[in-house]
């Protein structure tokens, strides 16, 4: 069965989700701003799972934590797995079953729109 997507910017949210209509878009808006904010790289490793490399300050573990938290919420077939790389940046890598592959993919896009305006992390043409 294919599910329906909501429709504009929240293409990767799935209609099965519990979180409540209004709050979606205030939901997008705290992805977009994290990302937009904090994110310096992203890969793609497979159809089912990204890793997102975001700045390691103490703000942005405590607004991942809080954020990874909220969406297992409301969809509870995420998997979020923080750490730290190296040089100390946060890791956030996400997973999702097969069948979510679709809302995995825009969530990246999501993401790609993000570094493409700030002009780090990923570029057309390079690997994600």
Aim: one cysteine or more; proline letters at 7%; aromatic letters at 6%.
């Amino acid at each position: 069965m294919v599910e329906e997507r909501i429709d504009a910017g929240l293409a990767w949210a799935p209609v099965g989700c519990t979180l409540p209509t209004a709050e979606r878009p205030l939901r997008v808006a705290e992805f977009d701003a994290l990302f937009a904010a904090a994110l310096r790289d992203l890969r793609r490793s497979g159809p089912t799972e990204l890793r997102l490399t975001l700045d390691g300050t103490d703000e942005v573990a405590a607004w991942v934590a809080d954020l990874v938290e909220r969406e297992s919420g409301c969809c509870s077939f995420f998997t979020f797995t923080v750490g730290r790389d190296p040089g100390d940046r946060l890791l956030l890598d996400i997973e999702v079953p097969p069948a979510h592959a679709d809302v995995l993919d825009g969530l990246h896009a999501m993401a790609i729109r993000a570094t493409s305006s700030t002009g780090v992390g990923w570029a057309p043409g390079t690997p994600a």
